[in-house]
């Protein structure tokens, strides 16, 4: 369980660390892996969820498993990529969120997610949680504790030799 303190400093931040679903780069399973490679590559990500058109979050799809699909062509020819969907080779979801309160829950899967899909109780897609955002919240508490709280160390009892 996460200490209370900790747990106030963390979002004391008032920008929010949830980054909206507006501004999430997205693709949709009936795009084809050439757009999708489009979207990746201007965005700079390296995973983006893959919506329905009616923003139920249903998969993920990652730069590697488009070009592992681009490398089983021959000639590795992007433009052959149009004739395979996102819905090919997207993967499912594992891991996601739908109340960015959970802090404990969020921190326990970002250790091996860069980003957590925020969705509503019925998967509609309401943004992420990234690492960053989570490590920039971490930074400002292990700049700020003290200026909060009175942190003393507890004594620990050693044995007499």
């Given at each position: ?101 959970k ?14 899909p ?33 942190v ?10």
């Amino acid at each position: 369980m996460i200490d209370a303190a900790v747990e106030q400093l963390l979002r004391q931040d008032p920008k929010s660390y949830v980054i909206p679903a507006e501004v999430v780069a997205n693709v949709t399973a009936t795009n084809t892996l050439e757009h999708a490679l489009m979207v990746l590559s201007k965005v700079g990500y390296t995973r983006i969820p893959v919506l329905a058109p009616d923003d139920h979050l249903q998969g993920l799809l990652a730069l590697s498993d488009v070009t592992d699909n681009l490398l089983r062509v021959p000639g590795a020819a992007v433009e052959n990529l149009n004739q395979i969907l996102v819905s090919d080779v997207m993967r499912p979801v594992t891991h996601w969120v739908d109340d960015p309160t959970k802090l404990e829950k969020i921190l326990n899967l970002l250790v091996d997610e860069p980003f957590l899909p925020l969705v509503d109780d019925q998967m509609i897609f309401q943004g992420i949680i990234t690492r960053r955002e989570i490590l920039k919240r971490v930074n400002y508490l292990a700049h700020n504790l003290n200026r909060q709280y009175t942190v003393t160390p507890k004594m620990i009892d050693t044995p007499a030799n």
